[in-house]
């Protein structure tokens, strides 16, 4: 189940929020004021904010306005002034909803389920364009390619080779499924191509990190398999 942040420092709206939020299933997480509210919203294990807009030491704008500059986590922010520039400021911080305080919690639950199925879409989408492997981060839609945040600079061939090994990682690939899906079945070069681009990559990942990620397989082709230790 989702882990819910409750950033309020009124302690009997915070502890009514907890209850609820607990009853429906969720893990709750409570912060009473701004500061501690912003160290914990952008903890991966967060899945929604709850964020009161009046906080003691940072505000709620300020709060959202920070989150936003590292983590696109969904906020529902509340706040006791019925006032449309206090609501558009907000979701132009980057709120993904709004509620103005006395509340139904049923409308509150139903907007945590809109704002965390929306979530799950975008998780599973960005899923099909990134791909992550030990360290090892490929963009698709960026077209980059990074191991734990470093970023590595490839070439479209590079980038095209790379994408297909992490593609069918654990599955050992032929010289001439490589060369037909990269290259094309159309290529009419020199098959050692691949043993040359190979090379390249192992360079510039493998051996420059000191790890094993493509592995020859002798007499068959290559293998993308993560291993924390470089064996070669």
Request: charged letters at 30%; one cysteine or more; glycine letters at 6%.
């Given at each position: 189940?989702?882990?819910i942040?409750?950033?309020?420092?009124e302690?009997k709206?915070?502890?009514?929020?907890?209850?609820?939020?607990?009853?429906e299933?969720?893990?709750?997480v409570?912060?009473?004021?701004?500061?501690?509210?912003?160290?914990?919203s952008?903890?991966?294990?967060?899945?929604?904010?709850?964020?009161?807009?009046?906080l003691p030491?940072?505000?709620?704008?300020?709060?959202?306005?920070?989150v936003?500059?590292?983590?696109?986590?969904?906020?529902?922010?509340?706040?006791?002034k019925d006032?449309?520039t206090?609501?558009?400021?907000g979701?132009?911080t980057?709120?993904?909803?709004?509620m103005?305080?006395?509340?139904?919690?049923?409308?509150?639950?139903?907007?945590?389920?809109?704002?965390?199925?929306?979530?799950?879409?975008q998780?599973?989408?960005s899923?099909?364009?990134?791909?992550?492997?030990?360290?090892?981060?490929?963009?698709?839609?960026?077209?980059?390619?990074?191991?734990?945040?470093d970023?590595?600079?490839?070439t479209?061939?590079?980038f095209?080779?790379?994408?297909?090994?992490?593609t069918n990682?654990d599955?050992v690939?032929?010289?001439?499924?490589?060369?037909?899906?990269?290259?094309g079945?159309?290529?009419l070069?020199?098959?050692?191509?691949?043993?040359?681009?190979?090379?390249?990559l192992?360079?510039k990942?493998?051996?420059?990190?000191?790890?094993?990620?493509?592995?020859?397989?002798?007499g068959?082709?290559y293998?993308f398999?993560?291993?924390?230790?470089?064996?070669?």
């Amino acid at each position: 189940m989702a882990t819910i942040l409750i950033v309020e420092d009124e302690e009997k709206i915070a502890r009514f929020l907890q209850l609820e939020l607990k009853h429906e299933g969720y893990d709750v997480v409570v912060a009473n004021d701004g500061r501690k509210g912003y160290e914990v919203s952008v903890k991966p294990e967060i899945d929604l904010v709850v964020l009161d807009l009046m906080l003691p030491q940072l505000s709620g704008i300020e709060v959202c306005r920070r989150v936003r500059q590292v983590s696109d986590v969904p906020i529902i922010m509340l706040t006791a002034k019925d006032d449309v520039t206090d609501k558009v400021m907000g979701l132009d911080t980057g709120a993904d909803d709004y509620m103005t305080k006395p509340f139904a919690i049923e409308e509150l639950l139903a907007r945590i389920r809109v704002a965390l199925s929306r979530k799950n879409k975008q998780d599973v989408k960005s899923s099909s364009e990134q791909m992550k492997i030990g360290g090892l981060v490929l963009d698709k839609c960026k077209y980059e390619v990074a191991f734990n945040n470093d970023a590595i600079v490839l070439t479209k061939k590079e980038f095209e080779l790379l994408d297909y090994l992490m593609t069918n990682q654990d599955i050992v690939l032929t010289r001439e499924q490589i060369l037909n899906k990269v290259w094309g079945y159309d290529y009419l070069g020199d098959t050692n191509i691949i043993d040359v681009y190979i090379r390249y990559l192992r360079s510039k990942i493998d051996q420059k990190y000191q790890v094993h990620f493509i592995h020859t397989v002798r007499g068959v082709g290559y293998l993308f398999k993560h291993e924390k230790e470089k064996d070669i």
